[in-house]
Each structure stands twice: as C-alpha cells, then as structure tokens.
C-alpha cells in the first residue's frame, strides 16, 4: 500500500467489518486460552511466557492489510515463531526483525526465510522481547496474551514512534482503544485483530 495518510492508516481499506467493542469478549477468549494450552506441552508452561501457537495463514493476509504494510516500513514481529508473519510483510516491501527466544523456532524461521528468497530482509534475533529496543519500527505485530500486552504497554509508550502501528490478534492492549477492530471465523474459532496508533490510541479518552 503506497503512501498512506493518518487518515487512511485509521481507516483501513474495505474488506473486513470494523465493529464496535461492545460485546461480551470472555467467552471467545476463554476458547482461544483453551486451545492454546492443549497445544503446548507441560514441560514448556514454567519456561516461556507465552506459548507458540502460529498465526493461522488464512490471518495474514488481513494483518498485513490493516497495518497497511509498504515498502519502507520496519515490521517487528514480537515473538515470531517459524517466521509465517514477518516473512510475508518483508514480500509486502517492509523490512523484518524477528525476535524469538526459543533457538527452535528461531532457526525454523531463517529456514524459513531462505525457502522463501527474504532471509536478507529480516533481522533474526533469538533473545527476549522485552530487553530489545523497539524504537526503529513502524509496525509492530504481537499475538500474545492480555498480560503480556500489558506488561509491554509502558515499553511501548516509551520505545514507540508516534505514528507505530500496533496490530494485536486476539488479545488487546488494556486501557488503549484500537482505531479499527474486525473479526474473522476460522478454524472454528472467533478471530479478533485490532489495529492500534501510537500517539492516538495510548491517549487519555
């Protein structure tokens, strides 16, 4: 997408439903939690934060139509498992940065990226998200859950350029207000992305 204004960054392209946040969000949620944590082995709950359960591919797509990712864009990918997201910003003409702190998945991901002809686009780091510095992005993608969204809020509004553009699948960011939210059914399951606007969202309503 070439040369968005604010104005269009807080109205996306037409495409998906932009609704209200009104409903009740306990129970989908709740789903979501459920099938994460049939997915992970017991020996990884006191290890990592988060667990991995990929963005599903049919997703991407309206991820990075949302964040309205374009050529010059610096996409960072908190927590990017096997790559799937990140690698298909950097086809969108964004540069990468995957952080991972799981060696596993981080090799899969330059794997992956080699597959796919992009491995010199993207900045692989095995490491924390929390410890690394965010301020060269101008998106920022992060399925992960509510608490550690919260956790991330202050790095946020401290490391982030006015302007970022936050995208979250499922989880919100608490006490910010997303400027576009649209829902998605697949695998099931309810999908939620929520785009948020540093500097529009991170203020006081």
């Known amino acids: 997408m070439k040369g968005m204004t604010l104005r269009e960054t807080l109205n996306p392209a037409p495409g998906g439903i932009h609704t209200e946040w009104k409903e009740d969000k306990v129970a989908p949620a709740l789903r979501i939690i459920l099938g994460w944590l049939a997915l992970l082995p017991l020996h ?14 049919e ?31 950097v086809k969108h003409g964004a540069r990468g940065v995957c952080i991972e702190i799981r060696p596993d998945l981080i090799k899969e991901a330059m794997k992956n990226a080699k ?6 686009r993207i900045s692989f780091i095995q490491g924390d998200f929390y410890t690394q510095d965010l301020s060269k992005a101008t998106v920022i993608y992060m399925y992960l859950l ?22 979250t699948l499922d989880f919100e960011i608490p006490g910010w207000r997303p400027v576009h939210v649209e829902k998605h059914y697949t695998g099931g399951l309810e999908r939620t992305i929520y785009l948020y606007i540093r500097g529009v969202s991170d203020i006081a309503q």
Do not use: M, Q, S
């Open 59 to 89: 997703l991407i797509k309206h991820i990075i139509r949302i964040a309205g990712v374009r050529r010059g864009d610096v996409f960072y990918d908190l927590g990017c498992g096997d790559g799937r997201v990140v690698i298909e910003a």
């Open 115 to 120: 597959r796919e002809n992009v491995y010199d």
């Open 146 to 167: 509510t608490r550690v969204n919260a956790a991330l809020k202050p790095k946020l509004e401290r490391e982030a350029r006015v302007g970022t553009r936050i995208i």
């Open 44 to 57: 990884r709950y006191e290890r990592y934060d988060v667990p991995w359960v990929p963005t599903r591919r």
